[in-house]
């Protein structure tokens, strides 16, 4: 088991490195490369890997049992380090938020944790349902899951289990909810 996590999650480092999401945690900065894994779906409270990428999304009136869970993985060094060096930043932590139109906002259940074998944070089991808003990821190193002691890291607008135009009219609806 271990090894396998190991695999799927070095597998898409190998890759030219991407420094272009730079975070700054108490005057230093960091570079934070994301990368999709396999989607997964969760039966009597177990999550199992699919053969299906993430990020998917869930229609909206999906019932739970088919739900797709999104899982990424998530490399963060310094940007001053040539070697790239996988950091463990204390408190570092990633969460989903959905900014919905009319302005209400929300967050939803996920996991977010470091693996201390792979050096690269997992960030896994949310769901991302369909509804009238724009999914994103937001970064922090403070306790609450709010807006105001977080930053965006990424806008979720491109979903794996869409088709093109599908996903057009999202990156639309994730605009128009921006400038809400
Ligand atoms: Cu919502």
Not at 61 to 77: C, G, H, M, N, T
Not at 98 to 116: C, K, L, N, Y
Not at 135 to 163: C, M, P
């Amino acid at each position: 088991m271990k090894w396998f996590l190991l695999t799927t999650l070095l597998l898409p480092f190998i890759a030219q490195a991407d420094c272009s999401n730079q975070i700054e945690v108490d005057g230093n900065l960091y570079c934070v490369e994301l990368s999709w894994l396999s989607a997964q779906s969760k039966s009597r409270g177990e999550f199992l890997d699919l053969d299906e990428p993430s990020p998917q999304l869930v229609a909206m009136r999906e019932v739970p049992q088919w739900w797709r869970y999104s899982v990424a993985a998530i490399k963060l060094w310094s940007v001053e380090d040539k070697d790239e060096e996988r950091v463990h930043l204390e408190g570092f932590r990633v969460f989903p938020y959905m900014h919905m139109q009319g302005g209400h906002h929300h967050g939803a259940a996920h996991s977010f944790e470091f693996d201390e074998d792979s050096e690269l944070y997992l960030f896994s089991g949310v769901a991302f349902r369909e509804m009238p808003g724009c999914w994103s990821l937001r970064w922090t190193a403070f306790e609450a899951d709010d807006e105001e002691q977080s930053e965006q890291l990424f806008v979720v607008d491109s979903y794996a289990n869409l088709s093109a135009a599908e996903n057009e009219r999202v990156v639309e609806l994730c605009e128009s909810v921006v400038n809400d």
